[in-house]
């Protein structure tokens, strides 16, 4: 797989999007993977930093982290942050996904002139198929619990990807031994920041984190069993499931 030779997030700024959590209120960043534990989950969201479990580009146990994962209860409306076209409506996890440790969801994507957005482990909305048009903020879907036993941690979240402009193909794995970020994924972080920021950080330092591509080395490998994300096996059907793997 090519690897890109820079981080495009990192070279342009960052555009004016909506929250794609609605509902929630936003409170801030937190590099500290056990902040759920102070917030009203709820309600409440915060934006995850590297070394967070959460982050983009945190090495997991199989592969390392493609997306941001926003935690946010089961039903909770997930908007699109900008204006695009539905591109793929695709399994993502469960028995439908081949990965039945899971519990199913989907992922949703939309294509807009500045980026691909992947909203992953939703349930997309009943009426919404593929070439459907969306506004910014627009529900396209709701969360959906991904995470069939309870270990201590939120069950479900929106797993939030972020590809160039134009790119038509399924959700990538970012696998070993590649360090680098796969070509067409770009790191969310950037373009989520100007939401959270303002509402101030929840732990000390949590500053953005480097480019996926200066994070090659010294990274802490994260498996948190039904948190860790397996490899995911590319396909071209629209909905055939994208993860592999197993708990």
Not at 169 to 176: N, Q, T
Request: charged share 20%.
């Amino acid at each position: 797989m090519a690897n890109a030779p820079a981080d495009e997030t990192a070279e342009r700024p960052a555009a004016a999007i909506v929250s794609p959590l609605p509902s929630m209120r936003l409170r801030g960043c937190t590099t500290d993977s056990e902040s759920f534990r102070t917030i009203d989950l709820a309600t409440e969201v915060e934006l995850p930093l590297l070394p967070h479990c959460g982050a983009f580009a945190v090495v997991r146990s199989k592969h390392t982290h493609e997306g941001v994962d926003l935690y946010a209860p089961h039903g909770a409306p997930v908007a699109a942050v900008e204006a695009g076209r539905v591109v793929r409506i695709v399994d993502l996890t469960g028995p439908k996904a081949q990965s039945p440790w899971w519990l199913d969801t989907q992922a949703v994507m939309v294509a807009s002139s500045s980026w691909v957005v992947c909203y992953g482990e939703v349930r997309a909305r009943d009426d919404l198929r593929v070439g459907s048009d969306v506004d910014a903020g627009e529900v396209i879907g709701s969360g959906a619990t991904v995470l069939a036993k309870d270990k201590g941690r939120p069950r479900a979240m929106l797993h939030f990807e972020m590809y160039r402009a134009g790119y038509e193909g399924m959700p990538v794995s970012w696998e070993p031994p590649e360090l680098q970020r796969p070509e067409p994924l770009l790191d969310p972080t950037a373009q989520l920041l100007p939401l959270f920021a303002s509402k101030g950080a929840r732990a000390a330092g949590a500053t953005p984190p480097a480019p996926a591509t200066e994070l090659a080395h010294g990274r802490t490998a994260h498996s948190l069993d039904g948190d860790a994300h397996p490899a995911r096996a590319a396909t071209d059907s629209s909905r055939a499931g994208v993860r592999g793997g197993s708990e």
